[in-house]
């Protein structure tokens, strides 16, 4: 079982970025996919979610009108799409599928927002 997430790095206040999120080892299409981040010392906070079918979405209030989350089962791949992102928005970003107990986390991506 793997799941790796790609995609970060250092972006501008105002820049975009997309996450992603590669799962393997496991039927991918069946598990709800969240997207998390966390900064030293804080808590893990929640994102991102959406449902196995990519029917339902929802957004933690901060990122509400700019992240926007989505899934592509055929390539078993999760995505977050970030924009007008700003410098709070800095954090190492979790990618986690559930699927009842059973619970598979990433290992992280780095997001700067600097200028």
């Known amino acids: 079982v793997q799941v790796v997430e790609s995609g970060g790095g250092l972006v501008q206040p105002g820049g975009s970025l997309r996450l992603s999120c590669a799962a393997s080892?496991?039927?991918?299409?069946?598990?709800?996919l969240n997207w998390y981040r966390q900064n030293p010392g804080k808590e893990r906070e929640l994102v991102a979610q959406?449902?196995?079918?990519?029917?339902?979405?929802n957004y933690a209030d901060s990122v509400k009108g700019r992240f926007t989350i989505s899934r592509d089962n055929a390539k078993n791949m999760g995505y977050l799409q970030m924009n007008s992102l700003k410098p709070e928005d800095t954090a190492v970003y979790y990618c986690?599928?559930?699927?009842?107990?059973?619970?598979?986390w990433g290992q992280g991506t780095q997001v700067t927002i600097s200028s």
């Open positions: 986690k599928t559930k699927l009842g107990s059973l619970v598979y």
């Open positions: 080892g496991f039927t991918f299409s069946l598990y709800e």
């Open positions: 959406i449902s196995a079918t990519g029917g339902w979405t």
